[in-house]
Nanobody, 124 residues
Framework: QVQLVESGGGLVQAGGSLRLSCAASGRTFSGYSMGWFRQAPGKEREFVAVVSRTGVYIYYADSVKGRFTISRDNAKNTVYLQMNRLAPEDTAVYYC?????????????????WGQGTQVTVSS
């Protein structure tokens, strides 16, 4: 069992930046691949980024590639999402999730634990 708590969301103007954090407690953090997902109003939750257990493998959704950076600090039990050049279409609730599988996944059904989400709102 692992508990996940996101923070760092807020209101930002288009072109700005935010850094989301997801703090994990419970079982060994380094035993999980960690993903970020987001859900915009009226839309399905979608994959944003994933980082493998050791940080070697990282994948992004095409919509955020080149603007967002996922990273993790296993010593601090925390995964981050640095979001630059934000656009109004990035407005969503952002969730972090933990996956116990060895391989990295981009499908939300593969993830075992979820945080409560943090709101990101980008104004135009």
């Amino acid at each position: 069992q692992v508990q996940l708590v996101e923070s760092g969301g807020g209101l930002v103007q288009a072109g700005g930046s935010l850094r989301l954090s997801c703090a994990a407690s419970g079982r060994t953090f380094s035993g999980y691949s960690m993903g970020w997902f987001r859900q915009a109003p009226g839309k399905e939750r979608e994959f944003v980024a994933v980082v493998s257990r050791t940080g070697v493998y990282i994948y992004y959704a095409d919509s955020v590639k080149g603007r967002f950076t996922i990273s993790r600090d296993n010593a601090k039990n925390t995964v981050y999402l640095q979001m630059n050049r934000l656009a109004p279409e990035d407005t969503a609730v952002y969730y972090c999730a933990a996956d116990t599988a060895v391989v990295v996944h981009r499908t939300q059904s593969d993830y075992d634990y979820w945080g409560q989400g943090t709101q990101v709102t980008v104004s135009s």
